[in-house]
């Protein structure tokens, strides 16, 4: 049996009513900061409970545009986690921005205890990483940011509706960036992202920082860039958007009955689960006893496990000028070695479920560890 990593052929494969749609809007001409998008914004804001919402060009786009519109400048200090995925760092280094890293528990995002020994006076942003789904620890999170004056920009791209205490990821902080890159949980046909917030001014100055500053044709205000959603893109987003909470939904019952099954395995280990959480497991990871063997033998077996990641972000070449070392973030190093993914979305069959979960079963009898 075949178990594939990436739904995307599924996802689209019937959608005859987005084609006419699609369809319909081609002919409008109506591709740039169209009313699609208007209208793609407005919902997307109101999913998340945010008043307003901007459509850029990217989740990393997302990223730098709000620590640009907040005052990130070049030299500037951004604490984010360690275990992040390479766009989050990016985002940081391209307005010049230096990347302070803080490691990752076992929910995978930053370990929010030693979040205040990273301030320094150079500090001008907090970068919390919602990674695989699950939410950093953001009530604490926050009264840090108040204590220090320090502004919150959440890296919402893998938590869409993920929540603490039926608060959403992408209200806490100034701003929330997420990504609908076709890898996300809701996702379009090419790169896109959006910011969510519920400051007015921020939303303005979002506004023109995606579309070059411009207030008109003739009248450019700032500095900006070209980042915005296409309208065309918000057109495959309004058809899939009404879809996000059952997609969440689909996700959540998968990794259930995973972790009920997966339990069962004494060399397997289940990250925890916070009552108060809503995960929504962009990815399904668990914590595998002889993880590089088990990854081979999925793979033989036709299951197209991951690792999310063998080499983290903060040892990476592109970031050795940064001075960090090997063990300088033990939970993310030790993550690295027994973290194996599984695919978890909602167009993945029981039956696929439970051929992954007998193949981990049959793997560890084979080898009587
Ligand atoms: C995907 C992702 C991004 C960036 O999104 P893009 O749309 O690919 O630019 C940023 N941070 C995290 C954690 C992501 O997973």
Same mark, same amino acid.
């Given at each position: 049996?075949?178990?594939?990593?990436?739904?995307?052929?599924?996802?689209?494969? =019937?959608?005859?009513?987005?084609?006419?749609?699609? &369809?319909?809007?081609?002919?409008?001409?109506?591709?740039?900061?169209?009313?699609? $998008?208007?209208?793609?914004?407005? /919902?997307?804001?109101?999913?998340?409970?945010? /008043?307003? *919402?901007?459509?850029?060009?990217?989740?990393?786009?997302?990223?730098?545009?709000?620590?640009?519109?907040?005052? #990130?400048?070049?030299?500037?200090?951004?604490?984010?986690?360690?275990?992040?995925?390479?766009? %989050?760092?990016?985002?940081?280094?391209?307005?010049?921005?230096?990347?302070?890293?803080?490691?990752?528990?076992?929910?995978?995002?930053?370990?929010?205890?030693? $979040?205040?020994?990273?301030?320094? &006076?150079?500090?001008? *942003?907090?970068?919390?990483?919602?990674? %695989?789904?699950?939410?950093?620890?953001?009530?604490?999170?926050? /009264?840090?940011?108040?204590?220090?004056?320090? !502004? #919150?920009?959440?890296?919402?791209?893998?938590?869409?509706?993920?929540?603490?205490? =039926?608060? =959403?990821?992408?209200?806490?902080?100034?701003?929330?960036?997420?990504?609908?890159?076709? $890898?996300?949980?809701?996702?379009?046909?090419? +790169?896109?992202?959006?910011?969510? %917030?519920?400051?007015?001014?921020?939303?303005?100055?979002?506004?023109?920082?995606?579309?070059?500053?411009?207030?008109?044709?003739?009248?450019?205000?700032?500095?900006?860039?070209?980042?915005?959603? +296409?309208?065309?893109?918000? #057109?495959?987003?309004?058809?899939?958007?009404?879809?996000?909470?059952?997609?969440?939904?689909?996700?959540?019952?998968?990794?259930?009955?995973?972790?009920?099954?997966?339990?069962?395995?004494?060399?397997?280990?289940?990250?925890?689960?916070?009552?108060?959480?809503?995960?929504?497991?962009?990815?399904?990871?668990?914590?595998?006893?002889?993880?590089?063997?088990?990854? &081979?033998?999925?793979? &033989?077996?036709?299951?197209?496990?991951?690792?999310?990641? !063998?080499?983290?972000?903060?040892?990476?070449?592109?970031?050795?000028?940064?001075?960090?070392?090997? =063990?300088?973030? !033990?939970?993310?190093?030790?993550?690295?070695?027994?973290?194996?993914?599984?695919?978890?979305?909602?167009?993945?069959?029981?039956?696929?479920?439970?051929?992954?979960?007998? %193949?981990?079963?049959?793997?560890?009898?084979?080898?009587?560890?």
């Amino acid at each position: 049996m075949k178990v594939r990593y990436s739904y995307l052929k599924q996802q689209f494969s =019937n959608c005859p009513d987005l084609w006419s749609k699609l &369809k319909k809007f081609v002919s409008t001409g109506d591709f740039t900061l169209g009313k699609e $998008l208007g209208f793609f914004e407005r /919902k997307f804001a109101q999913l998340i409970g945010t /008043k307003y *919402a901007i459509g850029v060009n990217s989740g990393t786009d997302a990223l730098k545009i709000s620590l640009k519109a907040i005052g #990130v400048k070049s030299g500037d200090e951004v604490i984010t986690a360690a275990n992040t995925f390479v766009a %989050t760092v990016g985002a940081i280094t391209e307005i010049g921005a230096i990347p302070k890293f803080v490691d990752c528990d076992d929910t995978f995002c930053m370990n929010v205890e030693h $979040l205040e020994k990273k301030i320094t &006076k150079k500090t001008k *942003a907090i970068v919390p990483v919602h990674f %695989t789904g699950y939410m950093t620890n953001m009530p604490k999170l926050m /009264k840090l940011s108040k204590k220090y004056k320090i !502004p #919150v920009i959440e890296d919402a791209c893998q938590s869409i509706l993920g929540s603490i205490n =039926n608060k =959403n990821a992408g209200t806490w902080g100034l701003t929330g960036a997420f990504s609908l890159h076709p $890898l996300k949980n809701i996702n379009v046909w090419s +790169d896109g992202g959006i910011i969510t %917030t519920n400051n007015k001014k921020l939303y303005e100055k979002i506004k023109l920082l995606r579309n070059h500053g411009l207030i008109d044709r003739d009248t450019v205000k700032i500095n900006g860039y070209n980042s915005r959603l +296409d309208t065309f893109q918000a #057109v495959v987003g309004n058809w899939l958007l009404p879809k996000a909470k059952q997609i969440a939904n689909r996700r959540i019952k998968n990794a259930k009955y995973f972790d009920n099954e997966f339990s069962k395995i004494k060399q397997i280990n289940i990250p925890p689960r916070p009552k108060n959480m809503k995960v929504v497991f962009h990815l399904y990871i668990i914590f595998a006893e002889n993880r590089d063997e088990l990854y &081979k033998y999925c793979l &033989k077996k036709g299951i197209e496990a991951k690792i999310h990641y !063998p080499k983290p972000m903060y040892l990476q070449e592109s970031v050795k000028y940064l001075g960090y070392k090997k =063990n300088d973030f !033990p939970i993310t190093d030790g993550h690295c070695k027994k973290i194996i993914s599984f695919p978890c979305d909602q167009h993945l069959t029981k039956k696929q479920q439970n051929y992954i979960i007998s %193949t981990v079963k049959k793997f560890y009898i084979g080898t009587k560890n």
